[in-house]
């Protein structure tokens, strides 16, 4: 049996179809056995993709794109998130909200796991014609911490996760005031990448990987979300249910699950955005970052079997 060992930047709910994909006996069906690990310090996926203790790491397209053109050469072959699944939660329900309301706010943006989610929210402010810097974030610090300082009344609203916004909600400490799964368009938020000079040899193994995510992704579109309660007490049992069933569910009803594969629109829109934010010197085309050839060979297998 081939072995593909995965290094995660989290344990997440977004990560659903490569959990589903295991239990159903997705991967093994395939001749795979998956071993994943969550990091904590997240950038330790670097270090297990350098030691090889990771053929693969899972998380942000922004990472490679950080690390394009530099001597740390990565390749993305595929996503398990075609969305950002992320939620702004305001102090008060808004029916109405527009970004240009949180002129003059502070918001608390979450940073240890990475700068994704404010550049994300950072993009689509300017997108709206707003300019960010009439907000003030504060950043950096880990979402535990600013969920309970946010709690304590610090902040106007806080960026968060999807199911940390359902718990928010939930305790009626926020409210969910733009979903970004709804209103942020699309976008290669979780990605699988490994090094550059592995990919070769590694074709075997992530071929059937993403196959067997990609048929993962095919089956939720019509699983009842009942279905999944076993899946997500398994993974996340110190999660409050309603929360995470709520959270998972806005996620099954979104775009988020739909493809494996990277769109090149939506690839070129995070590069613009984080080009915006300084986090990259240059903008890389999706060609430049994305290697679509495992996509491809699925795609092709796929045309061929329904002849």
Known sequence: MLQLNISATAHAANYLPQYYADALGLFAGRGLQVNATAKDPWTGVLDDLDSGAADVALGGLWVPAMYWNTPRELTVFAQVNHQ???ALVART?????NWSKLAGATVLAPGIGGSAPYAFTAGLIREAGVDPSSITFLRDLSTPMFIELFEAG???????DLVNAEVLQDKGAGYIAEEYTETGGLGPNSVYYCRTDRFAELTPQLVAFTSALHESMQLMKSVDLAALYPLMEQHWPNTPAVP???ACG?????HIW???RIDAAATERWMRILHDEKMIRQAPTHAQLIDTSIVEQITLTETASAR
Do not use: H
């Open 258 to 260: 739909d493809t494996v």
């Open 244 to 246: 995470l069933r709520r």
């Open 250 to 254: 806005r996620m099954l009803r979104s």
């Open 93 to 97: 329900p808004r029916k109405d909200f």
């Open 84 to 86: 950002f699944p992320k």
């Open 154 to 160: 610090l902040g106007d609203a806080i960026v968060l």
